[in-house]
C-alpha cells in the first residue's frame, strides 16, 4: 500500500477500536512493504523511522518516497544539498528495512537526459556512501539527522514518469546504465512502461475510477499476479508497453514491488491483500 493512516480505512480494513498508534503494526502483519509517501510532502525525523522500523516485523521492508522538493519544485536542477537533507533525515535508521526509493516526477516534467543524467549520478549507492554524502547537509538538520551504519547495504532507486516524452529508447538505456527501475504504472494518464531496467521491478497500481469503481476485480488481481510471478522468475511481460527493442539482461530471479494507490483509495489496502493471496495461490 502506498502509506497506512487514512480515516476512511478505519472500520473497513483497521478493525474497530484499534488505536491509530498500532495502525502500522496490524497493517505490517497483514502485507510485508508498505510505500512511505509522508516523506515526498516533509522532512521526517529519526525518531519516526526508529518507531517504524520497530513496529515491524523482521522482513518487513519500506519504500520511501523521494521528496517533491527535490522533483516538483527545484526539478532536479540544483538538489545537491537537498538530496543531502532528504538522505540525512533519518531513513538510514530502517537498516535492512529500506527498500527502493521512488522519485516521482511531475506530469509537467519533460524527459532531459542531461538533467537526469546528472541527478542519478548523485545518488549514492550504499549505506555507506548515503551517510557520507548527507553529511553536506544543511546547518538547521545537524539536531535531526541520522549518519550511523551498522551495515553496509546496497540502495536501490526507481522513477515514476509522468509525462509521455519519457516513452523512449534513450530514456530505458539511461536507467539501465544506472541501474534504476521505471515504474511500471497501471493507469490510463500517463505511459505505462514495461520494460525492466534494473535487478528488481517497481509496481504501482493506481486503477482506474471508471474501470474498477470497487477497486480491482478479481480478473484484474489475477492479471497481475501472473504478472508479478513472471517478474519474480526473471522473466519479461510482454502484454504492456515495452519502449525499447533490447530486452533486459536475464536473471533468474528478481525482487518485485508492488504497491496499490487506488484512485479509490479505500480499495487499496484490499486490493494488496487479495493480490497477496493470489500470488500465494499460483506460485
Not at 526509493?101 to 549507492?125: G, S
Request: include cysteine.
Amino acid at each position: 500500500m502506498s502509506g497506512w493512516r487514512y480515516d476512511e480505512w478505519r472500520g473497513t480494513f483497521y478493525p474497530d477500536g484499534l488505536t491509530q498508534k498500532r495502525e502500522l503494526e496490524y497493517a505490517s502483519r497483514q502485507l510485508n512493504s508498505i510505500e512511505l509517501n509522508g516523506t515526498f510532502y516533509s522532512l521526517q525525523k529519526p525518531k519516526s523511522y526508529l518507531e517504524w522500523a520497530t513496529a515491524t516485523p523482521d522482513g518487513f521492508v519500506f519504500s520511501v518516497k523521494g521528496t517533491q522538493f527535490i522533483t516538483h519544485e527545484r526539478r532536479l536542477e540544483n538538489v545537491a544539498v537537498p538530496l543531502a537533507n532528504f538522505l540525512a533525515q533519518g531513513l538510514l535508521r530502517l537498516g535492512r528495512k529500506l527498500g527502493p526509493i521512488l522519485w516521482q516526477f511531475p506530469p509537467n516534467f519533460k524527459f532531459n537526459a542531461e538533467l537526469l543524467q546528472a541527478f542519478f549520478a548523485l545518488l549514492p549507492r550504499t549505506h555507506k556512501q548515503a551517510a557520507a554524502y548527507a553529511r553536506q547537509r544543511d546547518e538547521w538538520m545537524a539536531e535531526r539527522s541520522w549518519l550511523e551504519v551498522e551495515e553496509d547495504l546496497p540502495l536501490r532507486y526507481a522513477v515514476e514518469a509522468r509525462n509521455k516524452s519519457f516513452a523512449v529508447p534513450e530514456y530505458i538505456s539511461l536507467l539501465r546504465e544506472h541501474q534504476i527501475a521505471v515504474v511500471v504504472a497501471d493507469t490510463e494518464k500517463w505511459p505505462r512502461m514495461m520494460d525492466i531496467t534494473a535487478d528488481f521491478v517497481y509496481c504501482r497500481l493506481h486503477g482506474n475510477e471508471d474501470v474498477y469503481p470497487n477497486g480491482y476485480d478479481a480478473e484484474g488481481i489475477d492479471h497481475w499476479a501472473h504478472r508479478v510471478l513472471a517478474w519474480s522468475r526473471g522473466e519479461e511481460v510482454t502484454d504492456g508497453l515495452r519502449v525499447h527493442s533490447e530486452p533486459a539482461p536475464k536473471q533468474a530471479a528478481r525482487d518485485v514491488f508492488v504497491y496499490f494507490d487506488d484512485d479509490v483509495k479505500v480499495r487499496a489496502p484490499h486490493d494488496a491483500v487479495s493480490l497477496t493471496k493470489r500470488i500465494a495461490e499460483l506460485d
